[in-house]
């Protein structure tokens, strides 16, 4: 049975384990939160080195993307470089692929995301190929990097835009400490229900992105509006039940009864190639990603549409 | 330090005022951030200066700030470098020559404000 390690900045109330089968081979999968505090990540990470087959970084990214420039987050870089044996990957190896073909299955599978759907996307330097997706798609899309993140009332609303503000703020935000870039830890908890930046929810129709953005804000109402984003528990699908989202799809399948970040299906990945990242390279993914058919898990929340 | 210093740094101030004011983008990024922040050389005694952000235009005075959100703290050169685009705030953050009181979210944009005028 292959192992893989999940060690997360996030909340560890979101722990869970579990044992999956991936191209019938069994994958035992283990999540460690570790409440937004970076040592213990790491030291959680030196501890299972080499013990498990590959760990997925989760709660934080190691490389930021605009327009083919690639940006390294400094403490995500220092998490990967504590596991000096097994492979650790952050899920940005496969998470341009996924995310651009999960929007195209939902365009050419669904009726739910059309050209004319107008997108929240509530950060994209962190999947810059779904960005890109609904761009090429014709869709509306106002990019809320600078809102969820730094709070500041201006939706990006071009990839040149977007490409132009990263490349003057990430080589520099990148050293920062992460968790003043992004909820870790009791802050994926919390709730800011105070109807700031509502506007721009109010203005779409699709919600996508990363999903402690997405609630940071999240309004008190999202009737007739869809979410697509990364991970969600079945506390989270409920909030979304009941402030009246329609739909709620995740980029990654369901398995062992909720769904799993992009760095843990990249870690399995890994499990299974018996290669490490780098020599499994973008092709390498692409080919896996294609032998395992992952398609959007789809639930529909009874919501009625706009 | 001299007066050579303070003349520095409030010609440096008078810089960073001209890039924030005429910066169509950043007024309009910052049009909702009134705040005033509190320039402290440590090395210049009794050489303080206050910025005010008011709709997305910054002025400052020669003075200390009554109340501020934000305090900067650091050496003349520190904050010469800064308002001068000269470095970042970022390093001398890490490394500790520059302290920044605020709520998390104050210091992190003016962190932004900072790299949108300098940043490339």
Redesign the interface.
């Known amino acids: 049975m292959k192992r893989v390690y999940g060690v997360s900045l996030g909340s560890s109330q979101r722990d869970h384990a579990a044992q999956v089968t991936m191209l019938d081979e069994a994958i035992e999968l283990v999540r460690k939160g570790t409440d937004g505090d970076l040592e213990r990540a790491e030291a959680v990470i030196r501890e299972i080195d080499g013990t498990v087959d590959a760990i997925g970084l989760g709660g934080i990214d190691v490389y930021l993307y605009a327009r083919g420039q690639r940006y390294t987050v400094r403490d995500g870089l220092r998490l990967m470089e504590a596991a000096k044996e097994t492979p650790a990957v952050d899920g940005s190896g496969i998470k341009d692929t996924l995310e651009r073909d999960a929007v195209r299955y939902l365009a050419t599978q669904t009726t739910l995301l059309t050209p004319q759907t107008r997108v929240l996307m509530v950060s994209a330097v962190d999947r810059f190929g779904m960005a890109e997706a609904f761009v090429e798609l014709g869709c509306p899309v106002v990019f809320g990097d600078?809102i969820f993140?730094?709070?500041?009332?201006?939706p990006i609303t071009t990839l040149d835009e977007l490409a132009d503000?990263a490349?003057?703020?990430l080589?520099?935000?990148g050293?920062?400490p992460f968790t003043?870039?992004y909820p870790t830890g009791k802050e994926q908890e919390d709730h800011q229900d105070t109807g700031r930046f509502q506007e721009y929810y109010d203005e779409a129709d699709l919600i996508a992105g990363d999903w402690h953005y997405i609630r940071k804000y999240l309004p008190a109402r999202i009737d007739g509006k869809w979410v697509l984003t990364n991970t969600t528990t079945s506390k989270d699908i409920e909030e979304l039940r009941r402030r009246g989202a329609t739909h709620v799809v995740t980029t990654t399948p369901v398995m062992g009864g909720r769904s799993f970040g992009t760095n843990l299906i990249e870690a399995m990945i890994v499990a299974l190639s018996g290669k490490r990242p780098e020599e499994l390279g973008h092709e390498g993914y692409a080919a896996w990603l294609e032998r395992l058919r992952l398609t959007p898990r789809i639930e529909d929340l009874g919501g009625t549409p706009a | 330090m001299s007066d050579a210093s303070k003349e520095r740094l409030f010609a440096a101030l008078d810089l960073f005022r001209e890039k924030v004011n005429e910066n169509a983008?950043l007024r309009?990024?910052?049009?909702?951030?009134n705040r005033d922040i509190a320039v402290v050389a440590k090395d210049l005694v009794g050489v303080e200066a206050s910025i005010s952000m008011r709709a997305g235009l910054m002025e400052w005075q020669p003075q200390s700030a009554e109340n501020p959100h934000i305090v900067l703290t650091a050496p003349a050169d520190v904050l010469i470098g800064i308002f001068r685009g000269d470095s970042?705030p970022?390093?001398p953050?890490?490394d500790g020559s520059l302290t920044l009181r605020g709520t998390?979210?104050d210091?992190?944009?003016l962190?932004?404000v900072s790299?949108?005028i300098w940043?490339?």
């Open positions: 600078l993140s730094a709070g500041m009332p201006y503000i490349r003057r703020i080589p520099e935000m050293k920062m003043m870039l | 983008r309009q990024m910052n049009r909702d951030w970042t970022t390093e953050y890490l998390q979210e210091v992190l944009r962190d932004f790299l949108m940043g490339e």
